[in-house]
């Protein structure tokens, strides 16, 4: 991502903030007890991270974005579009097929992949980096999960939560000193 766009930075704490407190509120299903705490307290941070972002994104409403260009928010939409279709349908298809568990790391590993087209989108190559630990996190979890004696949304939730917020707390940085 170029300097110019840093409404963007700010914009990546508060979605890579929200999507934190998302998985984290994911992982609370089946965790081990003394993880409750925990979970509640990152939950609150992400919140926080996510809120600070959206103050500094409104504040910068006017300043330049990388998706003012019709194209590249045309290309955003039809990525997020279609692997949100994809995601539901295989999804109702785990469900049906009493594969549950599998669920949370299905969404996970789509919202990793979508990472590599948004570094075109957003001309930052730190989210190949991001969707490389999100489609991880996608990957390990479920052996983990069995091993943990935990559900895998609570594995899949705390990784991906992690991740997240180190990524907006990173916006946040780059936002800053840009």
């Known amino acids: 991502m170029e300097f110019e766009f ?52 409104v504040t910068n409403w006017d300043a330049a974005t990388s998706l003012r260009d019709a194209g590249v928010l045309s290309m955003y939409l039809t990525v997020f579009f279609t692997l949100l279709v994809i995601g539901v349908i295989v999804s109702i298809i785990l469900s049906r097929n009493n594969k549950r568990d599998l669920i949370a790391p299905w969404v996970t590993f789509l919202v990793g992949v979508q990472f590599n087209w948004l570094v075109r989108v957003f001309n930052d190559f730190g989210l190949y980096l991001l969707g490389f630990l999100i489609v991880a996190v996608a990957l390990l979890a479920p052996h983990f999960a069995r091993r943990w004696n935990v559900a895998s949304s609570a594995v899949t939730g705390i990784g991906a939560g992690t991740v997240m917020l180190l990524f907006a707390v990173f916006g946040l940085v780059r936002f800053f000193l840009a």
């Open 6 to 57: 840093v409404r963007d930075y700010a914009m990546y704490a508060a979605i890579f903030g929200l999507l934190s407190f998302i998985w984290f509120i994911w992982a609370q299903e089946r965790p081990r007890q003394a993880w409750r705490k925990y979970l509640w307290i990152v939950s609150g941070l992400a919140l926080v991270v996510s809120l600070v972002g959206i103050f500094l994104s």
